[in-house]
């Protein structure tokens, strides 16, 4: 976990832990609608399968309690050859999620397809501009100092 990461987790926690379980759960809920909001507006649709391969997974000591996505796909992209459907890849990451995120609370943004990766390279929209919107989102359903 990188330092940036573990100081967010110990804020986040000792929040947490302050509030009612439950209510603390259906915060982070509202962050990952929102989040799905944010890339319903701005993902490029060309066949679907960009969107349907961004997800929200909210996990629990490894146990994956909710998750967000689009469903949107009607055709495959293809990618070196390969058929690649965007949802088949947010369910295999989605299971592998519970492997690494399994120790604690976490919200997880996913995109899984390797169009991701060139949109991201493009426009740093996941690693920019998602991430960004999701910081914020979570500090401020936690009313933790931005």
Do not use: C
């Not at 319903?40 to 399968?49: A, K, L, V």
């Not at 690494?100 to 995109?111: E, H, Q």
Request: proline residues 2%.
């Amino acid at each position: 976990m990188s330092k940036f990461s573990a100081q967010n987790a110990s804020i986040v926690g000792s929040k947490m832990n302050g509030g009612g379980y439950f209510a603390n759960i259906q915060k982070l809920r509202l962050v990952a609608d929102e989040i799905m909001q944010i890339g319903r507006e701005s993902i490029p649709y060309d066949t679907g399968n960009l969107m349907d391969s961004t997800g929200i997974g909210i996990y629990i000591d490894g146990v994956l309690i909710d998750f967000r996505y689009e469903n949107q796909a009607n055709v495959p992209q293809t990618f070196h050859g390969q058929v690649v459907w965007g949802k088949d890849k947010l369910d295999k990451a989605l299971t592998l999620g519970a492997s690494i995120y399994n120790t604690g609370v976490w919200i997880v943004l996913f995109s899984t397809v390797p169009y991701a990766i060139y949109q991201d390279r493009l426009s740093g929209f996941f690693t920019d501009v998602m991430k960004s919107n999701m910081k914020y989102l979570v500090l401020s359903q936690f009313k933790t100092k931005l």
